[in-house]
Each structure stands twice: as structure tokens, then as C-alpha cells.
């Protein structure tokens, strides 16, 4: 079983704390950053005493005025806010390289791998908690469980100045009965969908078959509200230099069991990462293909190269190594995807590939369809594997 090892850090009521702790006699008042009462603008945040009143951020500073006559009303200094922020990241970066800043006042971490420095993921959140109050005069609040979506929900459930822990035999128990608003990627938007199928809590949603979502909110989104709804998050906590990567996935509107689709949808995606590598002037070494089956069993399997590349063909071939090793017959999948990370700057000239100058005639193809692309739209021209369109037949 997953132990907790994913921490999501949030401080409270960030702007107006820090304003608070440089003014000691704002404190225990509302105060509300974002300019002076019944002005243009709007509220960027209010500290809990602020939010009594309903101060919201986001909300305009004409109503705030309304609701909080008598708060303490500050226009907000953000180069302190930004300096404060570095030096909340510098103390968490102390703990693990695997760290990953969010917003100014948020960040993940994956301590797996610390227990032997720093003891669980719990004795590292209560750690992360003692020093910002002490080093940086703050409180945090403070969440962990097994995946990214879990620690920033948990984060959430006991601010100001939380601690929670979402254990994985805590994870039905917990979603059971919040409204489906906290799932990540549920805006107004999506809720009012939902509601109107009657879907309120997070539970409820577990219980709808993905087809039936999918009908309202088209395949992705179901398959991504479906899975938050269980629990599951497969997203890593990725490191600025391990952000960079640049891939693709489709899910398909019904599960696919033919591999000559697969293969089909596979290549389609290799070709539109290819091309966007070309065009932001990168290459890559490292592919990795992204697969999930019927019952949401997600695969991941990486293959890097002794060269860098950007060409579709060669990504492609790479995928196809790799698809190679899935299990695909008497089985049908839901999803695929590539990916290429490693990125480097640069058009290297790729020698040793080919040495009987195909390499050439490949790089000008290349160049030819990138330019028929550019002037004529994505679809302008395609390779003849490609013309049987893997979602044709699901029309
Ligand atoms: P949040 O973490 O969303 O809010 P918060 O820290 O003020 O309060 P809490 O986490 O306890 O609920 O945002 C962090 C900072 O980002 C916030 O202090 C001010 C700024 N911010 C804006 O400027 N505008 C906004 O709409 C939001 C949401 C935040
Ligand atoms: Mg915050």
C-alpha cells in the first residue's frame, strides 16, 4: 500500500499575513490587500479575520468596503511578497531537490526517499510548519497523502494553520461527501453540468460510469473526473528542469483494442510532438510512452536515445519499441500518449543515424511539410499511414 509521501505546503491568508507580522498592530484585525475601499480593483486577499465578513479574494474592493467598513485596507508591497516567497522555498528546498513551486505562496514535495534524513512525510510537515513560523514569523498550512491531488485537497480541509493527513485507507472516506467543486479542474463551468445530471458530491461521481460522463463532458474530462473522483492522481512532482518535456495523449471516445489503432493514433501523436519541437527550436533524447487500459491501469515506459532528435519518424519508432512491451492482445485501452524530455537547444545534424544521405532527404521533408503546415494549417498535409484516421470509425 502507498504510504503518504506527497506534502503540499499553502500559507495562510499569504499577502495579508505578511503584512500583519511587519505592522503588529494589524494583527488580529481584517485587513484587506488590494488598495484603498470603494475603489476600482479588486481584493487580492484578506486575512481570516477579513474573511468573517465574507472578504473574498477576487472580489471588487467597492463591496469589500461594504461588508468590512472598518478593515484595514492596504494597496500591498509584492516585491517583500516575492522576497518573503523565496525564502519559504529555500527552507522546504532544504528537505528535497524534489520540489516544486506552484504559485507564489505553494509547492509540493516528494520526500520519498528523505525517511532516513528527515524522518515521515509527517515528521517532514510538522518540521516544514516549525520553521517557517520560526524563520520566517508565518504559519503554513500543511497537507500529505499519496499523490498531488490528495496533499493540495488536504492542504485545504483545516486551513488556517492545518495539518492533515489523507492516508490511502482514508482516501474513500474523505471524498465521500465533499462537493464536487474541489476536485481539481471543476470550475463553474463543469459544476453547473454536473448538477444538473445531479451529481453533488465527490462520491456520487465515483458512482457514474465514464460513458455517461463522457457524453456530457467529452472523454478527457470524464476520465480525469472519474479517476480524481477514486483518488487517483498519477502526476509526479516535477522539478523545474524536469518540467521540461513535450508530449501529446488522446483518450479515445471508446476504448480501443485494435493495435493497428493504436499504432495509427501513436504515430499522429509522434508527428505533433515532433512538430512542436521543431518549432520551439528543441530536440530530445528520452521518449516515453503513456498507455491506460479498460480498467484505468496506467503504464509508463521510457526508452532514451544515444542522440537527440525531433523527427516524428524516429520518436515514432521509439514508441513502437516500446508499445512492443505492452501486452496488447485480448485487451483494449483508453488512452495513449508520448512524450520526449531530455530537451536541448538546437538542430544537431544526426550523422551517425543514417549515413547514406537519407538523413538529408528526411531533414528536407521535414522542412517542406513544416512550411506547407505553417501556411496551410495542421491538416494541409499528412503521411499516408496517417489518412486512415484512427478515430474515423468511432464517429
Ligand atoms: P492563495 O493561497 O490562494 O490565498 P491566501 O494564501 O491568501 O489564503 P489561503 O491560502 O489561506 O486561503 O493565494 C496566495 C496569494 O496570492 C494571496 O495571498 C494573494 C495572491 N492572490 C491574488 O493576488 N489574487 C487572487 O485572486 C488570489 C486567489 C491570490
Ligand atoms: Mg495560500
Known sequence: MDKPHIIHVDMDAFFAAVEQRNHPEYRGKPVIVGGKPHTRGVVATASYEARAYGVRSGMSLWEAGNLCPHGIFVSGNHREYAMVSRQIMQILGSFTPQLEQVS????????????RLFGSAEDIGWAI??????????TASVGISVNKFLAKLASDLEKPNGFVVIRQEEIRGTLENLPVSRLWGVGEKTEKVLTNLGIR????????????????????????????????????????DEIKSMGHETTFPKDVADPEVLKAALLSLCEQVARRLRKSGLQGRTVTLKIRDANFKTVTRNLTLSFYTNSGEIIYQAGLQLLAKIPLVGKSYRLIGISVCHLVEGDFYQPSLFDNGEEDKRRQLNEVLDRLKDRFGEQAVTRATLIKDPFQEYD
Open 104 to 115: 507564489i505562496d505553494e509547492a509540493f514535495l516528494d520526500v520519498s526517499g528523505c525517511e
Open 129 to 138: 510548519k516549525k520553521r517557517i513560523r520560526r524563520e520566517v514569523g508565518l
Open 201 to 240: 458530491t465527490i462520491g456520487m461521481l465515483a458512482q457514474i460510469p465514464v460513458e455517461l460522463l463522457a457524453a456530457h463532458l467529452g472523454p478527457a474530462m470524464a476520465e480525469h473526473l472519474h479517476r480524481l473522483s477514486l483518488g487517483e492522481d498519477d502526476r509526479p512532482v516535477a522539478p523545474p
